[in-house]
């Protein structure tokens, strides 16, 4: 159903992919939550120890949280401008540690998206499954298309 979503709403296929891949993780991290909470029931049940069951349950925590504070947060803000373009407000180029540069958008391998709902959603070129630097060019035109009062590059001087 969301395929069949995603070809609806025409989205440029870097776009469709960070969506896939944070679907993905969120799986992922949602999985091994459930995985590390098993193991904690075993360590009780088969007393392997107390520590061995507190550090599992831990561990699922940190994967809970992981989906719901992280990688479930991103999924819904690219849901979001997926959805409704216009709810971008601002864009600007990152550095490889995730900090704003004063680079344009279409020279970067990483952008930013600032959302009018006060989230962010950070778009990649990554090697491999992720999105490319060429498709990361097309989701910036269709970025454009879509909504041509986007802010492109530094807030105080907007550039492309």
């Given amino acids: 159903m969301k ?13 469709c992919k960070l969506i896939r891949r944070l679907r993905r993780g ?21 007393h392997w120890g107390i520590s061995w069951a507190i ?21 819904i803000s690219a849901w979001k401008v997926a959805e409704n373009p216009h709810i971008v407000y601002w864009a600007h180029s990152l550095d490889g540690q995730g900090r704003a ?15 009018k709902d006060g989230t962010q959603l950070a778009v990649e070129a990554v090697r491999g499954t992720g999105t490319s ?5 097309e989701i910036i035109s269709w970025l454009q298309q879509q909504n ?7 807030y105080d001087k907007p550039s492309l």
């Avoid at 969120?26 to 088969?46: E, R, T």
């Avoid at 504070?69 to 991103?74: D, E, P």
Wanted: aromatic letters at 8%.
């Fill in 133 to 137: 630097q060429e498709q990361l060019l």
């Fill in 101 to 115: 540069i004063d680079k344009t958008v279409t020279e970067s391998k990483n952008i930013r998206l600032h959302l």
């Fill in 148 to 154: 041509p009062s986007i802010r492109w590059g530094n």
């Fill in 55 to 75: 550090a599992a349950f831990i561990m699922s925590l940190v994967c809970r949280l992981t989906v719901l504070l992280s990688v479930g947060r991103q999924y």
């Fill in 3 to 15: 395929r069949d979503r995603m070809e609806e709403l025409q989205l440029p296929e870097g776009f």
């Fill in 26 to 46: 969120g799986i992922i991290f949602h999985s091994l939550s459930l995985v590390f909470l098993g193991c904690a029931c075993a360590a009780l049940i088969f």
